[in-house]
């Protein structure tokens, strides 16, 4: 007996796998993709295969509880076992260190600095950094405070949070903008345009200068942050399974080589990631 060439015959086993279970996950992720509960044909539409070999495979995921069809309408749709391991893959998801993996993508496709920013006590915070790997470094910082009001991230949270999460912080920002005499938006008014505009493309876009370096020490007033002209930011939400949203993905760096377009190649890399991390979170768009 050769037990190099065993072990070569189960490698080769191991490679080929089951294709039974390879043939239908195509019906798995129909399913998943679905509205609601589907027929048959356009179940097996959808997964690129004949209708009659679409309910073969149907039958056994049935029987393993992966999906159930409706007794009334025939209609099929996920089952209970699916529902059970998507709730066990939901509670060990670790969110910040898939947003790593994504962020290290985002920064190895653009060659720009990009953040994280999540939402905390004092409003939009960053809590991952990854430098740009030109010679240019921007002095940003984990734990700083974005304001809302003329920041990528803090623009990005403004339009897409839930008012009554951000109502408090932004009045109050506002106020401040109003009172150091900043070259921000000072009203509501002033303000909506540009929230409206980040709703409209999915992303906020800041031109012309840096998020602000400032961090604003607990339970103090923000001192009059500082902005250096040249820089250019895009920022795109991050939501979650339940439709709520969990970071704001930055890309920050010189105007020499972040195109302002929303259709540059920062803008499209920028919420194509970000689109990419709520997915992997468990978000799906209705």
């Given at each position: 007996?050769?037990?190099?060439?065993?072990?070569?015959?189960?490698?080769?086993?191991?490679?080929?796998?089951?294709?039974?279970?390879?043939?239908?996950?195509?019906?798995?992720?129909?399913?998943?993709?679905?509205?609601?509960?589907?027929?048959?044909?356009?179940?097996?539409?959808?997964?690129?295969?004949?209708?009659?070999?679409?309910?073969?495979?149907?039958?056994?995921?049935?029987?393993?509880?992966?999906?159930?069809?409706?007794?009334?309408?025939?209609?099929?749709?996920?089952?209970?076992?699916?529902?059970?391991?998507?709730?066990?893959?939901?509670?060990?998801?670790?969110?910040?260190?898939?947003?790593?993996?994504?962020?290290?993508?985002?920064?190895?496709?653009?060659?720009?600095?990009?953040?994280?920013?999540?939402?905390?006590?004092?409003?939009?915070?960053?809590?991952?950094?990854?430098?740009?790997?030109?010679?240019?470094?921007?002095?940003?910082?984990?734990?700083?405070?974005?304001?809302?009001?003329?920041?990528?991230?803090?623009?990005?949270?403004?339009?897409?949070?839930?008012?009554?999460?951000?109502?408090?912080?932004?009045?109050?920002?506002?106020?401040?903008?109003?009172?150091?005499?900043?070259?921000?938006?000072?009203?509501?008014?002033?303000?909506?345009?540009?929230?409206?505009?980040?709703?409209?493309?999915?992303?906020?876009?800041?031109?012309g200068h840096l998020d602000p370096t400032a961090v604003r020490p607990a339970g103090t007033?923000?001192?009059?942050?500082?902005?250096?002209?040249?820089?250019?930011?895009?920022?795109?939400?991050?939501?979650?399974?339940?439709?709520?949203?969990?970071?704001?993905?930055?890309?920050?760096?010189?105007?020499?080589?972040?195109?302002?377009?929303?259709?540059?190649?920062?803008?499209?890399?920028?919420?194509?990631?970000?689109?990419?991390?709520?997915?992997?979170?468990?978000?799906?768009?209705?």
């Amino acid at each position: 007996m050769n037990p190099i060439a065993d072990d070569d015959d189960k490698e080769a086993s191991t490679r080929q796998g089951i294709q039974s279970i390879e043939v239908a996950a195509p019906l798995l992720a129909a399913l998943a993709g679905a509205a609601g509960p589907i027929p048959l044909s356009g179940l097996a539409k959808t997964a690129a295969m004949p209708a009659a070999k679409a309910h073969r495979y149907l039958v056994s995921l049935i029987r393993v509880g992966l999906v159930r069809q409706d007794a009334a309408t025939g209609l099929y749709d996920l089952g209970p076992m699916a529902l059970e391991l998507g709730l066990v893959a939901l509670g060990r998801l670790d969110a910040v260190k898939l947003a790593d993996e994504i962020m290290a993508a985002l920064r190895d496709a653009t060659s720009e600095t990009v953040a994280l920013a999540t939402w905390g006590n004092f409003g939009p915070t960053y809590i991952r950094l990854l430098q740009s790997r030109r010679p240019i470094t921007i002095n940003l910082q984990i734990g700083s405070v974005m304001p809302m009001t003329y920041t990528a991230s803090g623009l990005c949270f403004a339009a897409f949070m839930p008012a009554a999460e951000t109502e408090t912080l932004l009045r109050a920002e506002l106020a401040l903008n109003r009172s150091e005499k900043l070259d921000a938006p000072q009203s509501r008014k002033a303000l909506e345009p540009l929230l409206e505009e980040t709703r409209q493309h999915g992303m906020a876009r800041v031109i012309g200068h840096l998020d602000p370096t400032a961090v604003r020490p607990a339970g103090t007033t923000r001192a009059a942050e500082r902005l250096l002209a040249g820089f250019n930011a895009f920022s795109a939400p991050v939501f979650d399974q339940d439709g709520c949203m969990r970071f704001a993905l930055t890309v920050v760096g010189s105007a020499a080589h972040i195109d302002e377009s929303w259709e540059g190649g920062i803008a499209r890399a920028t919420q194509a990631h970000a689109e990419q991390l709520s997915r992997r979170l468990g978000y799906r768009p209705r």
